[in-house]
Protein backbone atom coordinates (compact mmCIF):
# COMPACT_ATOMS: atom_id res chain seq x y z
CA UNK A 1 0.00 0.00 0.00
CA UNK A 2 1.14 3.71 -0.59
CA UNK A 3 2.00 6.00 1.98
CA UNK A 4 -1.30 8.11 0.81
CA UNK A 5 -3.25 9.59 3.16
CA UNK A 6 -7.21 9.85 2.26
CA UNK A 7 -9.08 13.58 4.03
CA UNK A 8 -12.47 12.97 5.08
CA UNK A 9 -15.10 15.57 5.97
CA UNK A 10 -17.39 14.86 8.83
CA UNK A 11 -20.89 16.66 8.82
CA UNK A 12 -23.33 16.32 11.54
CA UNK A 13 -25.13 18.60 13.64
CA UNK A 14 -24.13 16.90 16.63
CA UNK A 15 -20.92 18.62 17.69
CA UNK A 16 -20.27 15.85 20.42
CA UNK A 17 -21.27 13.20 17.49
CA UNK A 18 -19.08 15.11 15.01
CA UNK A 19 -15.86 15.11 17.52
CA UNK A 20 -16.57 11.73 18.04
CA UNK A 21 -16.16 10.82 14.80
CA UNK A 22 -13.35 12.92 13.85
CA UNK A 23 -11.46 10.93 16.73
CA UNK A 24 -12.33 7.51 14.96
CA UNK A 25 -11.24 8.87 11.44
CA UNK A 26 -8.25 9.86 13.01
CA UNK A 27 -7.31 6.89 14.94
CA UNK A 28 -7.51 5.01 11.17
CA UNK A 29 -4.23 4.24 9.96
CA UNK A 30 -3.83 6.47 6.51
CA UNK A 31 -6.85 9.15 7.23
CA UNK A 32 -6.98 12.55 8.67
CA UNK A 33 -9.71 14.68 9.30
CA UNK A 34 -10.14 17.66 6.70
CA UNK A 35 -13.03 19.33 8.09
CA UNK A 36 -15.90 19.31 10.67
CA UNK A 37 -19.58 20.61 9.45
CA UNK A 38 -22.73 21.01 11.42
CA UNK A 39 -24.46 22.09 8.30
CA UNK A 40 -25.15 21.75 4.29
CA UNK A 41 -23.76 25.09 3.65
CA UNK A 42 -21.07 24.35 6.36
CA UNK A 43 -20.08 21.30 4.09
CA UNK A 44 -20.79 22.60 1.21
CA UNK A 45 -17.91 25.52 2.01
CA UNK A 46 -15.21 23.07 2.54
CA UNK A 47 -15.82 21.09 -0.26
CA UNK A 48 -15.05 24.15 -2.50
CA UNK A 49 -12.18 25.22 -0.29
CA UNK A 50 -10.75 21.48 -0.79
CA UNK A 51 -12.91 18.45 -2.04
CA UNK A 52 -11.78 15.45 0.67
CA UNK A 53 -11.24 12.24 -0.50
CA UNK A 54 -14.57 11.16 1.09
CA UNK A 55 -17.60 12.36 3.49
CA UNK A 56 -18.46 11.01 6.39
CA UNK A 57 -22.78 12.11 6.38
CA UNK A 58 -25.58 12.18 8.63
CA UNK A 59 -29.08 12.24 6.75
CA UNK A 60 -30.89 14.90 9.27
CA UNK A 61 -29.08 18.45 8.83
CA UNK A 62 -30.62 22.03 9.90
CA UNK A 63 -30.30 23.06 6.84
CA UNK A 64 -31.29 20.38 4.59
CA UNK A 65 -30.92 16.30 3.11
CA UNK A 66 -27.61 14.60 3.69
CA UNK A 67 -28.23 11.93 1.22
CA UNK A 68 -29.17 14.91 -1.47
CA UNK A 69 -25.69 16.33 -0.03
CA UNK A 70 -24.16 13.31 -1.10
CA UNK A 71 -25.75 13.22 -4.48
CA UNK A 72 -24.80 16.54 -5.68
CA UNK A 73 -21.49 16.38 -4.53
CA UNK A 74 -20.06 13.39 -6.64
CA UNK A 75 -17.57 12.58 -3.31
CA UNK A 76 -17.63 9.20 -1.84
CA UNK A 77 -19.34 9.14 1.48
CA UNK A 78 -20.83 7.03 3.61
CA UNK A 79 -24.06 7.62 5.51
CA UNK A 80 -24.05 7.54 9.61
CA UNK A 81 -27.63 7.96 10.61
CA UNK A 82 -30.48 7.32 13.51
CA UNK A 83 -32.70 6.70 10.22
CA UNK A 84 -32.85 2.88 9.51
CA UNK A 85 -36.03 3.51 7.31
CA UNK A 86 -35.47 0.59 4.35
CA UNK A 87 -36.06 3.44 2.24
CA UNK A 88 -34.18 5.87 3.55
CA UNK A 89 -31.28 3.36 3.18
CA UNK A 90 -32.18 2.22 -0.21
CA UNK A 91 -32.44 5.97 -1.02
CA UNK A 92 -29.15 6.58 0.21
CA UNK A 93 -27.14 4.27 -1.23
CA UNK A 94 -28.75 5.07 -4.67
CA UNK A 95 -27.72 8.61 -4.46
CA UNK A 96 -24.12 6.88 -4.10
CA UNK A 97 -23.69 5.94 -0.79
CA UNK A 98 -21.07 3.65 -0.69
CA UNK A 99 -22.31 2.67 2.79
CA UNK A 100 -24.57 2.77 5.63
CA UNK A 101 -24.15 2.88 9.29
CA UNK A 102 -27.52 3.33 11.74
CA UNK A 103 -26.47 5.25 15.16
CA UNK A 104 -25.24 4.25 17.76
CA UNK A 105 -22.16 2.04 16.37
CA UNK A 106 -19.23 0.68 17.95
CA UNK A 107 -15.71 2.35 16.55
CA UNK A 108 -14.88 -1.02 15.45
CA UNK A 109 -17.11 -0.78 13.08
CA UNK A 110 -16.54 2.68 11.42
CA UNK A 111 -12.91 1.72 11.69
CA UNK A 112 -14.02 -1.60 9.60
CA UNK A 113 -15.40 0.58 6.98
CA UNK A 114 -12.29 3.01 7.04
CA UNK A 115 -9.67 0.05 6.33
CA UNK A 116 -11.84 -1.18 3.41
CA UNK A 117 -12.47 2.04 1.69
CA UNK A 118 -8.97 2.51 1.91
CA UNK A 119 -7.77 -0.67 0.18
CA UNK A 120 -10.63 -0.49 -1.81
CA UNK A 121 -9.35 2.84 -3.30
CA UNK A 122 -5.85 1.26 -3.67
CA UNK A 123 -6.89 -1.25 -5.85
CA UNK A 124 -9.53 0.90 -7.81
CA UNK A 125 -7.10 4.29 -8.08
CA UNK A 126 -5.74 6.21 -10.42
CA UNK A 127 -6.26 6.40 -14.39
CA UNK A 128 -4.71 3.23 -15.22
CA UNK A 129 -7.37 0.77 -17.30
CA UNK A 130 -8.36 -1.55 -14.91
CA UNK A 131 -9.08 -5.22 -15.32
CA UNK A 132 -12.30 -6.93 -14.43
CA UNK A 133 -10.82 -9.00 -11.99
CA UNK A 134 -9.79 -5.77 -10.14
CA UNK A 135 -13.08 -4.24 -10.42
CA UNK A 136 -14.55 -7.03 -8.75
CA UNK A 137 -11.82 -7.00 -6.03
CA UNK A 138 -12.26 -3.91 -5.17
CA UNK A 139 -16.44 -4.44 -4.96
CA UNK A 140 -15.61 -7.45 -2.85
CA UNK A 141 -13.25 -5.51 -0.18
CA UNK A 142 -16.00 -2.49 -0.05
CA UNK A 143 -19.10 -4.49 0.52
CA UNK A 144 -16.55 -6.82 2.75
CA UNK A 145 -17.13 -9.90 1.14
CA UNK A 146 -13.31 -10.20 0.60
CA UNK A 147 -11.57 -10.64 4.81
CA UNK A 148 -10.92 -8.18 6.69
CA UNK A 149 -7.47 -6.79 7.35
CA UNK A 150 -7.12 -6.73 11.41
CA UNK A 151 -6.99 -3.15 12.62
CA UNK A 152 -2.88 -3.68 13.52
CA UNK A 153 -1.43 -6.26 11.33
CA UNK A 154 0.36 -9.64 12.51
CA UNK A 155 3.80 -9.28 13.24
CA UNK A 156 4.50 -12.14 10.39
CA UNK A 157 2.57 -9.80 8.10
CA UNK A 158 3.99 -6.44 8.78
CA UNK A 159 7.19 -7.87 8.34
CA UNK A 160 6.67 -9.40 4.76
CA UNK A 161 4.81 -5.79 4.06
CA UNK A 162 8.58 -4.12 5.64
CA UNK A 163 10.45 -6.79 3.33
CA UNK A 164 8.28 -5.54 0.37
CA UNK A 165 9.30 -2.09 0.80
CA UNK A 166 12.68 -2.60 -0.90
CA UNK A 167 10.79 -3.42 -4.49
CA UNK A 168 9.35 -6.51 -6.23
CA UNK A 169 9.83 -9.84 -4.80
CA UNK A 170 9.06 -13.48 -5.15
CA UNK A 171 7.85 -15.11 -2.25
CA UNK A 172 11.42 -16.78 -1.72
CA UNK A 173 13.00 -13.57 -1.69
CA UNK A 174 10.53 -12.03 0.97
CA UNK A 175 10.26 -15.20 3.22
CA UNK A 176 14.29 -14.64 3.44
CA UNK A 177 14.33 -11.10 4.30
CA UNK A 178 11.47 -11.55 6.95
CA UNK A 179 12.84 -14.04 7.62
CA UNK A 180 9.93 -16.39 7.74
CA UNK A 181 9.63 -19.63 6.04
CA UNK A 182 8.74 -19.90 2.27
CA UNK A 183 5.10 -21.57 2.48
CA UNK A 184 4.32 -18.81 5.41
CA UNK A 185 5.35 -16.11 3.32
CA UNK A 186 3.31 -17.77 0.41
CA UNK A 187 0.31 -17.96 2.50
CA UNK A 188 0.20 -14.70 3.94
CA UNK A 189 1.23 -12.89 0.85
CA UNK A 190 -1.63 -14.38 -0.79
CA UNK A 191 -4.23 -13.64 1.32
CA UNK A 192 -2.48 -10.37 1.35
CA UNK A 193 -2.95 -10.08 -2.37
CA UNK A 194 -6.65 -11.18 -2.05
CA UNK A 195 -7.36 -8.61 0.48
CA UNK A 196 -5.96 -5.78 -1.90
CA UNK A 197 -3.01 -4.91 0.35
CA UNK A 198 -0.20 -6.35 -2.40
CA UNK A 199 -0.45 -6.72 -5.83
CA UNK A 200 0.89 -9.69 -8.01
CA UNK A 201 2.79 -10.32 -11.28
CA UNK A 202 3.65 -13.04 -12.96
CA UNK A 203 6.77 -13.55 -14.17
CA UNK A 204 7.80 -15.96 -17.21
CA UNK A 205 10.58 -17.25 -17.58
CA UNK A 206 12.16 -19.74 -20.50
CA UNK A 207 10.34 -23.16 -19.42
CA UNK A 208 8.20 -24.10 -16.19
CA UNK A 209 5.80 -22.79 -14.47
CA UNK A 210 6.00 -18.72 -14.38
CA UNK A 211 6.66 -16.76 -10.94
CA UNK A 212 4.51 -15.62 -8.54
CA UNK A 213 6.17 -11.49 -7.86
CA UNK A 214 5.02 -9.57 -5.03
CA UNK A 215 4.34 -5.48 -4.70
CA UNK A 216 3.01 -3.16 -2.36
CA UNK A 217 -0.34 -1.43 -3.88
CA UNK A 218 0.66 1.52 -6.00
Known amino acids: MTDRTWSVLVVDDDFRVAGVHADIVQEAP ?18 QSSP ?18 VHRSGIDAFVLSAADEASTVRRALRSGALGYLVKPF ?5 LDRLDRYARYRHVLDGKRGMRQDKIDQALAILHGTA ?14 LDALGSGELSATA ?3 IAGVSRPTAQRRLATMASQGIVQIRLRYGVAGRPEHLYSKME
Open 174 to 176: AAE
Open 30 to 47: GFSVHNTARSIAEAVDAI
Open 106 to 110: QRAQL
Open 52 to 69: PDLMLVDVFLPDGDGVEL
Open 147 to 160: PAMPASSSSTEQLL
